[in-house]
């Protein structure tokens, strides 16, 4: 799935499953066409925008250890971009610098409390570490924000699946059908997996011993 296809809020191609979350961007800045057919003027050369845009180009290609630099500058020229801090996050993750994916995503959160992206990208980030409780804290306020994100509560769903909590993570997954139908043959399948394993454990949640 390329990078420029992983847009938030609207429009978004998200694969989210069991094993792994993929992460989301926003949409580019530069020459977008809204309706009645008219388009945004490109960034400047330059600008933060600009380098921005270049970084989301060069994650499309998956080249996301080329695209950081890219967002790096966007971000020095305007320190109030929260939009090229929450890509910068994304590509961390994706070279598997994930500590330094979050101090982004904190960083982009500080400057827009209400980029509910942010807080979704930075959940799928800590689900990839197996922050389950720090993970849903974050899907949960991008609920928050936007009641109608499903991705969210897919990442939320299959977090709380992997605590075992199988009823919890069922009832966010069969929100998500709710939300979007589009993606509900897909969601199905992932929730008849879980009622499987819940059925296969005999009870729920499953206990785990403290460290």
Known sequence: MSFRNLVCIIGISVFLSAAGVAQAVTAEKGNVCGKGGVCSVAPKAGSSDDYYDKGVAL?????????IPMFKKAAEIDPNNAEAYNAWGISLVNTGKV?????????????DPKMVKTYYNWGNALNSVKRYDEAIAKYKKATEL????????????LALAS????????AKLKKV????????????????????MKAMH???PVTRKKK
Do not use: M
């Not at 994650?59 to 695209?67: D, I, L, V």
């Not at 936007?146 to 769903?157: L, R, V």
């Open 163 to 170: 605590q075992g909590h199988f009823d919890e993570a069922i």
């Open 59 to 67: 994650g499309s290609q998956g080249k996301f250890k080329e695209s």
């Open 99 to 111: 500590d330094e994916a979050l101090d982004k995503y904190k960083k982009a959160a500080s400057i």
């Open 177 to 196: 059908v709710a939300l979007d139908p589009s993606n509900a043959a897909d969601t199905n399948k992932i929730i008849e997996r879980l009622q499987d």
């Open 202 to 204: 005999g009870k729920n």
């Open 146 to 157: 936007d009641p109608k994100f499903s991705y969210a509560f897919n990442g939320w769903g």
